[in-house]
């Protein structure tokens, strides 16, 4: 059963859902969060305090929509577009991410999304 969550940055809102996995439920009981955004390329990410067991499948190579938790820094990202560390038009992370869910609405509004913008994070009930 997928969690949905809502992203707030701006006057941007965007609606998500997290996988149902041990990390993703982790995350989603570490929400509400607030934080600053930093961009890389199409990536925007964030710190989130949680954790990813050693377990949980990694992968660099990203789908457009993608949320994905970064354990070295303990961040939580969203993937729309290539990234310094892309091939092509697809996202890829620096290193290895553990996929945590997906956006589930329109993702246009990213590219206007500032580097040290504030971002939420919060549960739908």
């Known amino acids: ?9 701006g006057q941007l ?10 990390i993703a439920r982790n995350a989603y009981r570490a929400l509400p969060v607030a934080s600053t955004v930093s961009r890389w390329g199409d990536e925007i990410y964030f710190t989130m305090r949680t954790t990813a067991d050693e377990e949980d ?18 961040a939580f990202c969203i ?8 091939q092509g038009n697809k996202p890829a992370a ?9 956006i589930v609405s329109d993702l246009t509004g990213l590219d ?13 009930l």
């Not at 059963?1 to 940055?9: G, N």
């Not at 206007?112 to 739908?124: A, K, L, S």
């Open 94 to 102: 620096i290193s290895p991410v553990v996929p945590i869910g997906k």
């Open 112 to 124: 206007g999304v500032p580097d040290g913008d504030t971002i939420r994070v919060e549960p739908c």
């Open 57 to 74: 499948p990694m992968r660099t190579e990203m789908e457009i929509g993608e949320l994905a938790f970064w354990p070295p820094g303990q």
């Open 13 to 22: 809102v965007l609606d998500a859902e997290l996988n149902d996995t041990a």
């Open 1 to 9: 059963m997928p969690y949905a969550i809502r992203i707030t940055v």
């Open 79 to 86: 993937f729309w577009g290539p990234t310094p560390a892309s």
